[in-house]
């Protein structure tokens, strides 16, 4: 049960990224390898933009989102926080879905210029050199303690993108660091 609620969540979390990168009707399906190769970051552009301070927002605010999701995904595997974790990070997506899409936006025209309409969430996770892995991020905290405190961190200020990318929350509320962590594409709950 706990790898099916696990592949639901990562299913949901890339579903925006598999439905937009769907051939047309009677086009074969790209290999991993294919999409990785298939968008270059322009060059200059890789890593982080610490010139370009709405840029550099933005990729904070990316590695955030992607922080989350991976954790979210590692938490379904915990039968005492998977629901919870579920109902909380969709309540979030829910709240921040237009704040993700224009930071995705913007961070795809940074990175891929022309080619932006192209790029997905790894294409940009890849671009930033993210982790996929939550487990190095996490530290000495245990994955039983992040997923304990997920469901009430997720609603405070430090997590409202859409307020962040306004600039409209206080600075002492606004993260200083931001630990590479995963992506936030949509959230489904899986059906009963």
Not at 49 to 54: I, L, Q, V, W
Not at 60 to 73: D, E, I, K, N, P
Not at 82 to 108: C, F, M, R
């Amino acid at each position: 049960m706990r790898r099916l609620l696990a592949g639901a969540l990562c299913a949901a979390l890339l579903g925006i990224a598999q439905a937009a990168d769907a051939p047309p009707a009677g086009v074969a399906a790209a290999t991993p390898a294919e999409t990785q190769a298939r968008l270059t970051v322009i060059a200059g552009r890789s890593g982080y933009a610490h010139d370009r301070p709405e840029i550099l927002l933005r990729q904070r605010l990316f590695g955030l989102a992607h922080g989350l999701s991976l954790l979210a995904a590692a938490c379904l595997d915990l039968p005492a926080h998977s629901e919870p974790i579920q109902n909380a990070y969709a309540a979030w997506h829910g709240k921040q879905a237009k704040a993700i899409e224009t930071i995705v936006h913007d961070l795809a025209d940074y990175y891929f210029g022309p080619r932006a309409t192209e790029a997905r969430w790894p294409d940009l996770s890849r671009a930033l050199n993210l982790i996929d892995d939550i487990q190095p991020a996490l530290s000495e905290v245990t994955l039983h303690a992040a997923c304990a405190s997920l469901p009430e961190a997720i609603a405070r200020p430090r997590y409202a993108l859409d307020k962040l990318l306004a600039g409209t929350v206080e600075p002492e509320t606004r993260p200083d660091v931001v630990v590479a962590v995963p992506p936030a594409p949509t959230f489904q709950t899986p059906a009963q």
